[in-house]
């Protein structure tokens, strides 16, 4: 009964290739968002997104971007993948009207880039 | 801008010794605060938050506004705390959390 599901968890890769990572959330929130977690485990925000507004950290290449078909889902769409991209990648949801700011995380997905 | 300081890139202390967790946040309005752990090959998920003034797992944390501080404490580790912990923000109209870098705690037997 997974709250927030990723797929896939690992990937390994080519640069120059494009590539997807999807997630789903069954919580009924109305908020998710994308984390990058570095090697150094610092963790990131790339993306918050509702079905009213998307943010975008400023700093995030335009080669990602983020599609929501619906509030369930937000998936992540890399283009022209990088070395410096290797990174596992964590979806997340929350529920703004609710308790404020408790997020609740996917399992991460390990991406490699060769 | 709303930014979060964790001073200690990694922690170790030996079982039954007490741990702190440091801290420190930058925000000029009111913040909400919380810890996040990861265990390893798991998720993050949430420890506490400051509102709910709640112990967790022997866990408590204390938000000290005079100091901008929101340290972790626990005053006997478990070899089963070891993990990364990461203090969060969230802000007045914003609730997207602004992460630490993380804490490593190890815990030795």
């Known amino acids: 009964d997974t709250a927030v599901s990723q797929t896939p968890k690992y990937l390994v890769t080519q640069m120059g290739n494009d590539k997807s990572i999807k997630c789903e959330q069954n919580l009924g929130h109305d908020t998710m968002y994308w984390y990058k977690q570095d090697s150094k485990k610092f963790l990131k925000i790339m993306f918050s997104y509702n079905n009213k507004e998307l943010i975008i950290n400023e700093t995030v290449p335009n080669r990602f971007s983020p599609k929501s078909p619906d509030k369930a889902h937000l998936n992540l769409h890399i283009n022209s993948l990088e070395l410096g991209d290797s990174a596992v990648y964590f979806c997340a949801s929350s529920q703004r009207g609710g308790s404020t700011g408790e997020l609740f995380f996917g399992e991460g997905s390990r991406l490699t880039v060769l | 801008a709303q930014r979060v300081t964790q001073p200690e890139k990694l922690l170790s202390v030996f079982k039954g010794a007490p741990v702190e967790l440091k801290c420190n946040y930058s925000?000029?309005?009111?913040?909400?605060l919380f810890w996040y752990v990861q265990y390893s090959r798991q998720r993050l998920q949430l420890l506490l938050r400051h509102i709910s003034r709640e112990s967790i797992k022997g866990f408590t944390a204390d938000l000290n506004k005079g100091e901008t501080s929101f340290h972790l404490k626990k005053p006997f580790a478990q070899e089963e705390d070891s993990a990364m912990y990461y203090c969060?923000?969230?802000?007045?109209?914003?609730?997207?959390?602004?992460f630490g870098r993380g804490t490593s705690l190890i815990v030795h037997p």
């Open positions: 925000y000029s309005g009111s913040p909400e």
């Open positions: 969060a923000l969230s802000g007045g109209g914003s609730y997207i959390p602004t």
